[in-house]
């Protein structure tokens, strides 16, 4: 199982960034994804999940109405929309899941992070 994020980078307040999860080495399509951030001094926060067969989104901490997850199974690969950026999303982000039909968290395979600088 492996998990690859990415989309990551500088970005400006306001802005946007899609980033992507792209998972190899299993079928994705059974599996619920979240993405998770983790800020300097901060513990991680469960942004997202997306579930396996119905793809429906669940959005534990993530801040109301800016972010949203979505998945492409032809490409095993699941998004996070961001909008609106603000400075406060500055963390690295992370993908994860755990086992076939399973939930988001707790998470056993984690992707590496993808960086997301936010200037103001």
């Known amino acids: 199982v492996q998990l690859q994020a990415s989309g990551g980078g500088l970005v400006q307040a306001g802005g946007s960034l899609r980033l992507s999860c792209t998972a190899s080495?299993?079928?994705?399509?059974?599996?619920?994804i979240g993405w998770f951030r983790q800020a300097p001094g901060k513990e991680r926060e469960r942004l997202a999940c997306i579930s396996s067969s119905s793809s429906i989104p669940i959005y534990p901490d993530a801040p109301k109405g800016r972010f949203t997850i979505s998945r492409d199974n032809a490409k095993n690969t699941v998004y996070l929309q961001m909008d609106n950026i603000e400075p406060e999303d500055t963390a690295v982000y992370y993908c994860a899941t755990d086992r076939p039909m399973g939930s988001c968290w707790p998470s056993r395979y984690w992707g590496q992070g993808t960086q997301v600088t936010v200037s103001s």
């Open positions: 080495g299993f079928d994705s399509e059974l599996y619920a």
